[in-house]
């Protein structure tokens, strides 16, 4: 017999609470204390466990959602429910709980889509708002754009509330560079291409339920600056002078577009306030050998008094709010860097006639620095959106039920995942902001970075059209920069189309409607009888449904994974059809043939509701032809087309040869015809022999050859290439793109144009 009675004075820390254990009871137990107005730390395991309460009161969250906590009240957690237990009322919550591993309960736990749904909650996924200082390319498309609408789609097919967010960033110093190189002023640069970056989104079959655009909402500003003064009343964010660089011949400060230099935590090129390369902020003054956008002066250090926030204080709260939602390590790691730090002081204004003024008038000619700006233009957002839908949601307002997903590039990782929570904590501190975090890398262009300057970019609208959007949603889906840095290659995207989505899908989609046709009238034929295939085949068919669902989940979102499941549902049919295609005409089979050929269509059918967020007209156009209505629901199950429904695959057309539509006019950096000619005469080489994909030493470049080369691109450009770069991993392409990104624009358009004649 085991007798263990409740003893506050034997209770330690544990979860955020107090903890005592009782030993002896053959699994994990122990009593637990939460005092009035605290709560335990959310967390999640692979355990089960169960809750009495003996007394008070409080709430159970579980997963978002609130449970009243009573004496009596019994909870079972099952394993990876995130849970937390709060005390609202005025006296101890005492609780027992007991807890042990159940490998299948787990393993059941892990897959189960009902865990990972959002009940009622509404969910607002946002793609990070684009900066309107030019049109959007595939490296933009491919990443929170493409990432927030199917998992958008995903979601609504399950039933859940959810819209994607983004809008118009209007004003990124970025706009001011793009507005001074146009000659015009920045207001008419933002409008001009927030405008085009709205077409290329429906181009793309993307269309937001709610696009801001700051700078043409009235109420935007008197929102924003509300914001900042809760973030000021906090006591937190003081004004604080501190250095800065200016020009020196123009006096400008200089910030993010107008500064360049050495990161000082890893050392790569970056402009100012943001690393891409490590995702750490800089403060400018910071840089390594810093220098001006705006003259050759090697630029002036002057103290500056600005608005400042001491983020190096919140290291307790970024942790807590990172165990709260969905977080991957790469943004984990990247706060504990950061946290590493003595001292992290942000500035949080910046001097500058472009932007949004802080009420408060302790500094003039500054603005609300644009990124901590962002944070609030998330629940503007929202507010926007619930306007339009007849919800009370206020950006003043945030509600604990709301669910927030964000889908942005790595080098916003510091804005979204550290610097955002902070400022929420600051301005509305009795909000927990439940976020879930989707980060992709950079995805690069034959080799090198998508970049506008440089024109080194396929253009959205040079690529998608009604017959290609499917083609590159899937291509993009494929190879987007998931975990990892990936590259678009204009022959890999051919290749795919060509021979997987032409050549493989199509044809089997094809000849499984002149299958039917020639056999059973262009009807769909009722399963007969199965054989042990058969039932093998519908068991693979509900495998690839369970990877397909769980790589759009919530919690294993992932485009590469759900692209390669939908392309093994084909493979795996076309495995299965030419196995049965034997008997498919024998005689005294007729029964088992019709069963092969149902189950060809239930493949089909699966590959149509599966396929619906990824590639959505590909999706009806499937389902139209298989006589379905288009998909709305997510399947539960590998389901059989209705016998005799009209079949109409025979003739379908899902894709279309890249032939059919133009090829983009700048589908790599402009110098390489340029390049591989100096370097076809370097090396006595044809021009035909030089591949733009080949580097130099594959080639056979010597050093003597190299810096004969060297010699030549610093004559007729002014740029210095070492010769290690030379004959480094870079190909030709990508030598061709470093070139041009240290080139003046005007010597590279005056060579290329001079090729051209």
Known sequence: MIINTYDDTALHEAFGIDMSDIEGLGVGAGWGRVAPGRSSDSHQHDETEFFVIVAGRGEFVVDGRRHPAAPGTVALFEPFESHVLENTGDTDVVFLTQYWRDPSRALASAGNAERTTFGERPVFVFSTPPTPNGDLHLGHLSGPYLGADAYVRHQRMNGTKAWHLTGSDDYQSYVVGAARAEDREPAETAAHYSAEIARTLALMDIVPDQFTVTDDDPSYRPGLQDFFSRVVSSGTVRVTESEALFDAESGQYLYEVDVKGGCPACGSGTSGNICEECGEPNTVTDLVDPASARSAATPRSAPVARWSLPLHTFREQIA??????????????????????????????????????????????????????????????????????????????????????????????????????????????????????????????????????????????????????????????????????????????????????????????????????????????????????????????????????????????????????????????????????????????????????????????????????????????????????????????????????????????????????????????????????????????????????????????????????????????????????LLGSHDVNGLAALIEERADEAAVTALTEEGAR
Do not use: C
């Open 320 to 725: 807590e709010h990172h165990r709260l939602g969905r977080v991957p390590a790469r943004l984990r790691e990247l706060s504990d860097r950061l946290f590493r730090r003595a001292s992290l002081d942000i500035p949080v204004s910046h001097p500058s006639d472009w932007g949004v003024p802080p009420a408060e008038q302790d500094v003039t000619g500054q603005v609300i620095w644009v990124w901590p700006e962002m944070s609030y233009g998330f629940l503007h957002g929202i507010q926007s959106l619930g306007a339009r839908l007849g919800e009370k949601w206020k950006a003043a307002e945030p509600q604990q039920d709301w669910k927030v997903v964000h889908f942005f590039g790595y080098d916003n990782s510091f804005y979204h995942s550290v610097l955002y929570p902070a400022l929420y904590r600051l301005a509305h501190p009795g909000w927990q902001p439940d976020i879930d975090y989707h980060v992709n890398e950079f995805y690069l262009l034959e080799g090198s970075k998508f970049s506008t300057s440089r024109r080194h970019a396929i253009w959205g609208k040079e690529i998608l059209g009604p017959d290609s959007v499917d083609a590159v949603r899937y291509f993009l889906a494929a190879t987007r920069p998931e975990g990892r840095r990936t590259n678009f290659q204009r022959a890999a995207y051919e290749t795919t189309l060509d021979e997987t989505l032409i050549g493989t899908w199509q044809g089997w989609l094809n000849d499984l409607g002149a299958r039917i046709g020639k056999r059973y009238g262009g009807q769909a034929p009722d399963a007969g009888t199965w054989t042990p295939e058969h039932s093998a085949f519908l068991a693979r068919l509900g495998a690839r449904l369970a990877a397909v669902t769980g790589s759009l989940g919530s919690e294993g979102f992932s485009l590469n994974q759900a692209a390669a499941e939908l392309d093994g549902i084909v493979t795996d049919t076309l495995r299965f059809s030419r196995q049965e295609a034997v008997l498919a005409e024998t005689a005294g089979w007729e029964s088992e043939a019709r069963t092969a050929i149902a189950l060809e269509l239930a493949a089909a059918r699966l590959l149509a509701h599966a396929a619906a967020p990824v590639m959505p007209r590909f999706a009806a156009r499937l389902a139209e032809a298989l006589g379905l209505p288009e998909p709305a629901v997510w399947p539960r199950t590998v389901e059989l087309v209705p016998p005799e429904s009209e079949i109409r695959l025979a003739d379908a057309v899902f894709f279309r040869p890249t032939a059919a539509a133009p090829r983009p006019a700048h589908a790599g950096p402009r110098l390489v015809p340029w390049l591989t000619a100096l370097v076809g005469a370097a090396l006595q080489l044809p021009e035909e022999a030089v591949a733009s994909d080949s580097n130099l030493s594959q080639l056979g470049t010597s050093s003597l050859q190299a810096v004969t080369l060297q010699y030549q691109i610093l004559e007729a450009l002014d740029v210095d290439v070492t010769v290690e770069e």
